[in-house]
């Protein structure tokens, strides 16, 4: 099966930029996932990327996907402390199963 | 549109006892997913349902665990007999499972378990 690994903890200051990165074992996911969890919730969808882009912009938050060192990115500029979270990333194919694997998710604490 | 519903919201309960927890998916989803979260081994995937039918359920740790979905709008996650490592938060999730497009998975906001 596919892993998918983060690193465990980010912390960075209010109005910074965050780059939370993610690494993946298996190229044939088609669709590459991130998703907020706050606490005591359960997992939103950020934002998601197709397999055949290399990069996708909505708002504050830039995803880049780098396929030949399976290496997926979350860029969020000017940090906020509502974005104190957990940050997950996930693959999944494209229709069949609707499974995704999900990484062991990033802490991300913003300090003023 | 009310999003995934699950109940209880908190349960504590002492070990041996029997467990259920309670998922109603969105309406219109085909695909229901039960995941537990630890701090020791994060988000993990235990069973997952399509149009009402197991499909892959190799996350079920043991046989002390069961996952039924008799309807498209209910399923339940039983643990029995429960022990203290069974303590965790359980989330339900679901999703639409459409031939190409993405598959956005919506998640519950999960049941806190405690086993004395």
């Known amino acids: 099966g596919e892993d998918v690994e983060q690193s465990l903890f980010l912390s960075v200051r209010e109005g910074d930029s965050s780059v939370i990165n993610c690494t993946y074992t298996?190229?044939?996911?088609?669709?590459l996932y991130w998703y907020k969890q706050e606490p005591g919730a359960g997992l939103q969808l950020l934002t998601y990327?197709?397999?055949?882009?290399d990069m996708k912009q909505d708002q504050r938050l830039t995803v880049l996907l780098n396929k030949k060192d399976k290496h997926l990115s979350l860029r969020i500029a000017d940090t906020q402390t509502g974005d104190s979270a957990i940050y997950f990333c996930?693959?999944?194919?494209?229709?069949?199963?609707?499974?995704?694997?999900f990484g062991t998710g990033t802490q991300l604490k913003v300090e003023l | 549109d009310a999003g995934v519903i699950q109940s209880p919201r908190h349960e504590v309960t002492e070990m041996g006892q029997e467990v259920t927890l309670r998922c109603k998916p969105i309406?219109?989803?085909?695909?229901l997913f039960w995941y537990r979260q630890t701090m020791m081994r994060g988000l993990e995937l235990l069973i997952y349902?399509?149009?009402?039918?197991?499909?892959?359920d190799s996350g079920m740790p043991e046989d002390r665990f069961s996952a039924k979905m008799p309807n498209a709008s209910f399923s339940t996650l039983k643990i029995q007999p429960s022990e203290p490592r069974d303590s965790a938060v359980y989330f339900c999730?679901?999703?639409?499972?459409?031939?190409?497009?993405?598959?956005?998975?919506?998640f519950g906001p999960g049941t806190r378990l405690t086993v004395l």
């Open positions: 298996d190229s044939s996911s088609t669709y």
């Open positions: 996930a693959g999944g194919l494209t229709g069949g199963g609707n499974k995704l694997t």
């Open positions: 349902f399509n149009n009402n039918v197991p499909i892959d």
């Open positions: 990327i197709f397999s055949n882009m």
């Open positions: 999730a679901s999703s639409l499972r459409a031939s190409g497009g993405h598959n956005e998975q919506f």
């Open positions: 309406s219109g989803h085909n695909s």
